[in-house]
C-alpha cells in the first residue's frame, strides 16, 4: 500500500486539475486499491494546520476539463516559512513534518510555482519524499521549457488584444494592454507577437516612454491610425531601472500600475487618445486548453511513474520533446527569465515590432 499526499499551492492556473489525474490514473492503472491520496487543502496551509481528506477515484475522473484546483491554493509566505506562526505559535515547518509523519506519507505531490518549489527543496532536505510538477501562467520555473497553464494564459491574453484591436482602429486610439507578469515577461512577449501587437514591454528589457511615443507618432505619420502596445506588469523604464528596489516599491505605490504609469507618461508626449486595458486574472482562469490538458497529463504520468520507481526529490520538466526529472536543488530559488537576446525576441525585432529599448 503506497499513500500519497496532494497540494497545489500558489497562484492557481489552468492545468492544475488535469496533472492531479494524470498521478492518480497512472498509480491507480498500476496499484489498482493498493494506493491511497489525501488532498491538503488550501495549498501548504492544509499541511501546517491539519486540513486533508481522503480521496478516492471518483474525485479525480472528471476533472479533467476543468479550471482551477479542486483542492484549492493559497500564497503562504514561503520566504518567512520557517517563522513561528505569531496566531497559533506553531512552527510551519515542523508542522508540516508532524503531519507528513502522522499520516504516514510515502510522498507528496506539489504542483506549484517558484514558491512553491523552495518549500517543496525545502521538505525534500528535511527528509520527506517529494516529487513536484512545473505549474504558473508565466513560464518562469527553471530548469523546464514550459509550465502548464501558460499555453491557455498566452489564448487568452492574445484574444484581449485581438478584441482591443477592433476598437482601437474603430475610434483611432492607442491602447496599452497591461498581460500578467511581475517579474518576468513570457507570457507578454508571446502574446504580443501572437497578437501582432506594435510594441511589446518587459521586465527584462528596460524601456523608453520617449521611443514608445517616436513609434505611435511614426504609426500615425504612416497612416495607422491606432497602435498597440502590449505591457508586461512588471515592465520598468529605464529609469525606474536605476532605483533600488525599495524606491521602485514606494514610486510605484504612488503612480499606480505599469500601464497606467506609461499612459501619463505619452499623455505629454503625443496628442493620440490612450487608454488601458488589464485583463488580470481573467488570464488564469477557465478551462484549460487542449494542450495544456495533454501537457499536464503527460507531466503527471511522468510523475506517477517517479512514484512507482521510488525516486524521490524532483521536479518533471520539459527539455525539448521529453519529459525529465530535474533535482529540486538545481529548481529552487532560481527564476527563468525572458534572456534579452533570445530567439523569440530577435523574431519579434525582425518582425518590427519594438521593445523601446
Known amino acids: ?208 516612454p520617449e521611443k514608445v511615443a517616436s513609434l505611435i507618432k511614426k504609426n500615425t505619420k504612416a497612416g495607422r491610425k491606432y497602435s498597440i502596445i502590449c505591457v508586461a506588469e512588471g515592465a520598468i523604464t529605464k529609469e525606474e531601472a536605476k532605483m533600488s528596489k525599495k524606491e521602485r516599491a514606494a514610486y510605484y505605490a504612488k503612480t499606480g500600475t505599469a500601464s497606467d504609469r506609461l499612459a501619463k507618461a505619452l499623455s505629454s508626449l503625443i496628442p493620440n487618445e490612450i487608454r488601458c486595458v488589464v485583463p488580470g486574472h481573467v488570464q488564469r482562469g477557465g478551462n484549460p486548453c487542449a494542450y495544456d490538458r495533454r501537457f499536464a497529463t503527460e507531466l503527471g504520468a511522468a510523475a506517477g511513474q517517479l512514484i512507482l520507481e521510488g525516486k524521490y526529490g524532483y521536479m518533471i520538466a520539459l527539455r525539448g520533446n521529453e519529459l525529465v526529472p530535474v533535482p529540486l536543488d538545481e529548481v529552487a530559488g532560481k527564476l527563468k527569465l525572458v534572456p534579452p537576446d533570445c530567439a523569440e525576441v530577435q523574431y519579434a525585432k525582425a518582425l518590427g515590432i519594438s521593445f523601446a529599448d
Not at 498521478?23 to 489525501?38: N, P, Y
Not at 498581460?179 to 528596460?206: R, S
Open 1 to 208: 500500500m503506497k499513500r500519497i499526499g496532494f497540494l497545489t499551492s500558489g497562484g492557481d492556473c489552468q492545468g492544475l486539475n488535469p496533472a492531479m489525474r494524470g498521478v492518480t490514473e497512472t498509480l491507480f492503472a498500476a496499484m489498482g486499491k493498493d494506493v491511497e491520496f489525501i488532498g491538503f487543502e488550501d495549498g501548504y496551509k492544509g499541511m501546517i494546520y491539519g486540513k486533508y481528506r481522503k480521496m478516492t477515484r471518483d474525485d479525480f475522473s472528471d476533472i479533467l476539463n476543468v479550471g482551477g484546483t479542486i483542492l484549492g491554493t493559497s500564497r503562504e509566505p514561503f520566504k518567512k516559512i520557517q517563522i513561528v506562526d505569531p496566531e497559533t505559535g506553531l512552527d510551519k515547518v515542523k508542522e508540516m513534518i508532524k503531519t507528513y509523519e502522522k499520516l504516514k506519507l510515502d510522498c507528496l505531490v506539489v504542483l506549484g510555482g517558484n514558491g512553491s518549489h523552495k518549500t517543496a527543496h525545502l521538505l525534500s532536505t528535511k527528509g520527506l519524499n517529494v516529487v513536484t510538477l512545473p505549474k504558473t501562467i508565466d513560464n518562469d520555473i527553471w530548469g523546464t521549457d514550459m509550465t502548464f497553464g501558460c499555453h491557455t494564459a498566452v489564448e487568452i491574453a492574445t484574444e484581449a488584444i485581438d478584441r482591443t484591436r477592433t476598437t482601437a482602429a474603430s475610434h483611432s486610439r492607442t491602447f496599452l494592454v497591461e498581460i500578467m507578469g511581475h517579474k518576468v515577461g513570457w507570457l507578454a512577449l508571446e502574446a504580443g507577437i501572437a497578437g501582432g501587437a506594435d510594441a511589446i514591454l518587459l521586465p527584462e528589457i528596460p524601456y523608453s
